[in-house]
T-cell receptor, first 112, second 114 residues
Framework: AQSVTQLDSHVSVSEGTPVLLRCNYS??????LFWYVQHPNKGLQLLLK??????LVKGINGFEAEFKKSETSFHLTKPSAHMSDAAEYFC??????????FGAGTRLTVKP | DSGVTQTPKHLITATGQRVTLRCSPR?????VYWYQQSLDQGLQFLIQ???????AKGNILERFSAQQFPDLHSELNLSSLELGDSALYFCASSGGSFENTEAFFGQGTRLTVV
């Protein structure tokens, strides 16, 4: 069985400082991993995905994530936060069989 | 625009009633997922259909049912509605190959039960 744990329910950063959202996963197979973002009253948008190619994945809006198999982690980072980054972020694991498991979400607050 | 269309966007109904939410997946996607998002429960997976067949079931109540039609659109039926069913209901779709497993989400249907 696969699962994903987002280690922080809420992260608060100042504008212009780095962002780190942490995600650990558990999977019996070589997983596909995703990060989605949800802005208030909007649907979920794919930020980036890992599917066994390069371990450092670049996504939209300057976000990137690194797949570390030894640590079973897929943390999301961004060098410099922008006010528009304030949203809910979801880490997702899939075994490729269309069975996706969502983390509980991390709410990112960006202070001016 | 994700390519996934959900209707209606908003729905207000009374307790005890029945509603139907509709989802049109992205062109070519075979899988449809339904999720419920509420403030206290977060994002909950309800059910998945793949090419017309039920593929996986999550925390879906017996009062809820879904189906996927031959043209691949899907409907989620919610009956005997309770106040606690008020939530945002998302549909997502994904393709039929391992290489194309990411899900694309619609904008959601906000259901308010009064």
């Amino acid at each position: 069985a696969q699962s994903v744990t987002q280690l922080d329910s809420h992260v608060s950063v100042s504008e212009g400082t780095p962002v780190l959202l942490r995600c650990n996963y558990s999977s019996s197979y070589s997983p596909s991993l995703f990060w989605y973002v949800q802005h208030p009253n909007k649907g979920l948008q794919l930020l980036l995905k890992y599917t066994s190619a390069a371990t450092l994945v670049k996504g939209i809006n300057g976000f990137e994530a690194e797949f570390k198999k030894s640590e079973t982690s897929f943390h999301l980072t961004k060098p410099s936060a922008h006010m528009s980054d304030a949203a809910e972020y979801f880490c997702v694991v899939s075994d490729g069989g269309h069975d996706m498991r969502f983390g509980a979400g991390t709410r990112l607050t960006v202070k001016p | 625009d994700s390519g996934v269309t959900q209707t209606p966007k908003h729905l207000i109904t009374a307790t005890g009633q029945r509603v139907t939410l509709r989802c049109s997946p992205r062109s070519g996607d075979l899988s449809v997922y339904w999720y419920q998002q509420s403030l206290d429960q977060g994002l909950q997976f309800l059910i998945q259909y793949y090419n017309g067949e039920e593929r996986a079931k999550g925390n879906i109540l017996e009062r809820f049912s879904a189906q996927q039609f031959p043209d691949l659109h899907s409907e989620l039926n919610l009956s005997s509605l309770e106040l606690g069913d008020s939530a945002l209901y998302f549909c997502a779709s994904s393709g039929g190959s391992f290489e194309n497993t990411e899900a694309f989400f619609g904008q959601g249907t906000r259901l308010t039960v009064v």
